[in-house]
T-cell receptor, first 116, second 110 residues
């Protein structure tokens, strides 16, 4: 079974440009999460999809970030325009059944975003 | 909301040493607790988990016990190897999202 995949693995852009990150969850996982780790700090939650619906987007830092999950499969996270403080590693995770106490989130390898 | 506090690193040990990485949490209710590991150049991998008080999670020689009375989930390993060098993250899950500690970088010297 394929794990969570993310693309690209690394992106370097200039301040003011736009970047789109993609996440493909594990097949059959309805729950998809985005997290990020900035400057060696803790990993912070951004948002949570259940299928194509945004369940919780309380962690999105501002309106420069837009996440979509059309069709309930893969998800994209767009940053427009990018700022220096957006640099960090963006992780995607998926899980099968949030109703179960044993539900586990499986993470992708992350996308390292560098804004110059 | 939930919060997780992790032992600050970096931690450097010699091979075969005993390892403890402290993790405490604050939460309303009883969250599920996790340890994730990030090896150099790789993504986050689930190392172990515990879903209720007194549960012990274990994997690859690592163990952690869910202690409700001390709100802790310390990670231990009796004899570390060079291959254990990585960044370790403690996390708590309340409703849905995970709340992480700041991560502990572990380096094992031969």
């Amino acid at each position: 079974e394929a794990g969570v995949t993310q693309f690209p693995s690394h992106s370097v852009i200039e301040k003011g440009q736009t970047v789109t990150l993609r996440c493909d969850p594990i097949s059959g996982h309805d729950n998809l999460y985005w997290y990020r780790r900035v400057m060696g700090k803790e990993i912070k939650f951004l948002l949570h999809f259940v299928k194509e619906s945004k369940q919780d987007e309380s962690g999105m830092p501002n309106n420069r970030f837009l996440a979509e999950r059309t069709g309930g499969t893969y998800s994209t996270l767009k940053v427009q325009p990018a700022e220096l403080e957006d640099s960090g590693v963006y992780f995607c995770a998926s899980s099968q059944d949030i109703q179960a106490a044993t539900d586990t989130q499986y993470f992708g390898p992350g996308t390292r975003l560098t804004v110059l | 909301g939930n919060s997780v506090t992790q032992m600050e690193g970096p931690v450097t040990l010699s091979e075969e040493a005993f390892l403890t990485i402290n993790c405490t949490y604050t939460a309303t209710g009883y969250p599920s607790l996790f340890w994730y590991v990030q090896y150099p150049g790789e993504g986050l991998q689930l190392l172990l988990k515990a879903t209720k008080a007194d549960d012990k999670g274990s994997n690859k020689g690592f163990e952690a016990t869910y202690r409700k009375e001390t709100t802790s989930f310390h990670l231990e390993k009796g004899s570390v190897q060079v291959s254990d060098s990585a960044v370790y993250f403690c996390a708590a899950r309340g409703a849905q999202k995970l709340v992480f500690g700041q991560g502990t970088r572990l380096t094992i010297n031969p």
